[in-house]
């Protein structure tokens, strides 16, 4: 983890760096954001020679601690100028688990419209659901919690997604409501959008359980 100092200083560089990105002047545009761009290279550089996906996610866990001073310095510079480090650490984080910090940074780029790096095919907004629903739907034991799926579904409520990006969020959102204990309603209404938005979603077999289960407890009820 990086020490408090170098911390503090990268959040200094990421402010200069947004200041910079922001000017007119070709003559003070570049410099520090240069730097900072230059770090970024050399560890993507090292990331792609690992074969391995668990172990290149270990590298990325020992490497993002070293980027905590530059995410808090252009979040709390808030300029919202184009930034291709800081839409590379969103995925990052989202990719080591680090969820709190992925919708900080995930709040900031649709607020300012940024869009992720070349090399990512897809837009900010729907990258940013899909992967936070995936950490749900692709792990035997997700450590992304109904908190976290409710900010991500708020933070996209507005925009226009992929209906199948929208249903894995509420597949998710769904998943992760039933397990927490809450109301057949609520749960039962995110599945049935998944649903209704993209029929191989992958959760209609529980959708039904549910819709059963349901209308056993309200014959029950009226049986009382």
Request: aromatic share 6%.
């Given at each position: 983890m990086a020490s408090p100092a170098r911390q503090h200083k990268q959040k200094i560089l990421a402010a200069q760096a947004a200041v910079s990105m922001s000017s007119d002047d070709d003559s003070v545009r570049g410099s520090a954001y240069e730097l900072m761009l230059e770090q970024m290279g050399q560890q993507k550089r090292e990331l792609k020679s690992i074969k391995s996906m668990v172990a290149k996610n270990e590298a990325k866990a020992a490497m993002l601690p070293e980027w905590t001073g530059y995410i808090d310095g252009v979040l709390s510079a808030d300029t919202g100028v184009s930034d291709s480090i800081i839409g590379q650490l969103l995925i990052w984080s989202i990719d080591v688990a680090e969820y709190d910090q992925a919708i900080s940074i995930g709040a900031y780029m649709l607020k300012h419209d940024i869009a992720l790096p070349e090399q990512f095919e897809r837009d900010t907004v729907d990258a940013f659901a899909e992967e936070l629903a995936d950490a749900w739907i692709k792990n035997n034991e997700p450590t992304i919690t109904l908190a976290h799926l409710k900010q991500a579904l708020k933070l996209v409520a507005e925009y226009e997604l992929f209906d199948e990006v929208r249903a894995k969020l509420l597949r998710a959102l769904g998943e992760?409501?039933?397990?927490?204990?809450?109301?057949?309603?609520?749960?039962?209404?995110?599945?049935?959008?998944?649903?209704?938005?993209?029929?191989?979603?992958?959760?209609?077999?529980?959708?039904?359980?549910?819709?059963?289960?349901?209308?056993?407890?309200?014959?029950?009820?009226?049986?009382?």
């Open positions: 992760a409501s039933h397990e927490a204990g809450a109301k057949y309603e609520t749960y039962i209404e995110y599945l049935d959008e998944a649903v209704t938005l993209n029929p191989r979603v992958g959760c209609k077999p529980l959708l039904s359980k549910l819709q059963k289960l349901q209308l056993e407890a309200l014959d029950n009820q009226d049986n009382v």
